[in-house]
């Protein structure tokens, strides 16, 4: 697939829905992060994972050991710094195999991270376009989120103070 990538069109309910999505495009392995760490959605995977993936999905959010040593590597200020996809060598001190990753931004606000694991078969220029465009669409759906919630500890709010 080259060019617009039509399953990219559509309304995503979710963020499983748009890591699969992406799974599928790509034919890897995703992860899609909030802003702290925490797991939001992760495709399925059909291949052996690395042990830095494995436990980020099980414990629902990145472990430390993983962010420290990606901070200390600068892997995350790349990140952080960068407004395109980044592809990041592994880092096998933390578990990390190779990965394509993109922060999530409204702005300068970090609102999340994407993780694709690159075993080698993600086309150049094609996956990073796949990554910018489901980043795009991740924001969206973090602000609405965000939103939501804020509406929501308001209302929480005005009841809890006239009970």
């Known amino acids: 697939m080259t060019g617009s990538d039509p399953s990219f069109d559509r309304f995503f ?13 790509l ?13 939001i959605g992760y495709s399925s995977h059909q291949f052996e994972s690395d042990p830095a993936r494995i436990s980020t999905i ?15 590597k600068g892997v995350m ?12 060598p592994a880092v096998m001190e933390v578990g990390l195999g190779p990965r ?8 300068k606000e970090i609102l999340g991270y994407i993780w694709v694991v690159d075993t080698g078969n993600l086309t150049e220029g094609h996956a990073e376009s796949i990554v910018e465009k489901a ?5 969206r759906y973090l602000l609405k989120q965000r939103a939501g919630n804020r509406s929501r500890r308001r ?6 103070g006239s009970c």
């Open 135 to 139: 980043a795009g669409i991740a924001g």
């Open 77 to 88: 200020q790349q990140l952080e710094n960068n407004a395109h996809p980044i592809r990041i």
């Open 100 to 107: 394509l990753a993109m922060c999530i931004k409204h702005q």
């Open 13 to 25: 309910d979710s963020m499983e829905s748009l890591a699969d999505t992406i799974s599928e495009s």
């Open 155 to 160: 209302h929480r709010k005005i009841f809890s």
């Open 27 to 39: 034919q890897s392995q995703v992860t899609i992060e909030d802003s702290n760490h925490h797991v």
């Open 58 to 72: 099980i414990g629902k959010r990145v472990p430390n050991h993983v962010i420290i040593g990606l901070r200390k």
